[in-house]
């Protein structure tokens, strides 16, 4: 059973950073993609960023571009997401999600890590 842990979350003055971890186990990330959601109060989940079983496929939403990046540490089973220069609307419950390569729909979720951006 693959079981997905995220941690990294926290509030943060906007113009920071945080480092979102997504600890896998059960199965390895080599053969997983990993995305990140987030969901706002009042809003539908949106996809942030995912990345492949190659570490040179992975997309990046264009609301974050620029300020998100995604990577993974195979050694660690862990996926990443380092946000900087985190905006207000940043605000959200970021998820981490596996799916096999072949899969259409991702199958295993974390539960859900606070990010807040205020003064």
């Known amino acids: 059973q693959v079981q997905l842990v995220e941690s990294g979350g926290g509030l943060v003055q906007p113009g920071g950073s945080l480092r979102l971890s997504c600890a896998v186990s059960?199965?390895?990330?080599?053969?997983?993609?990993i995305g990140w959601f987030r969901q706002a109060p009042g809003k539908e989940r949106e996809p942030v960023s995912c990345?492949?079983?190659?570490?040179?496929?992975?997309y990046i939403e264009d609301s974050v571009k620029g300020r998100f990046t995604i990577s993974r540490d195979n050694a660690k089973n862990t996926v990443y997401l380092q946000m900087n220069s985190l905006k207000s609307e940043d605000t959200a419950v970021y998820y981490c999600?596996?799916?096999?390569?072949?899969?259409?729909?991702?199958?295993?979720w974390g539960q859900g890590t606070q990010v807040t951006a205020s003064s």
């Open positions: 059960g199965f390895s990330v080599d053969y997983l993609v």
């Open positions: 990345i492949s079983t190659s570490d040179s496929d992975t």
């Open positions: 999600a596996a799916k096999l390569r072949s899969a259409r729909e991702y199958n295993y």
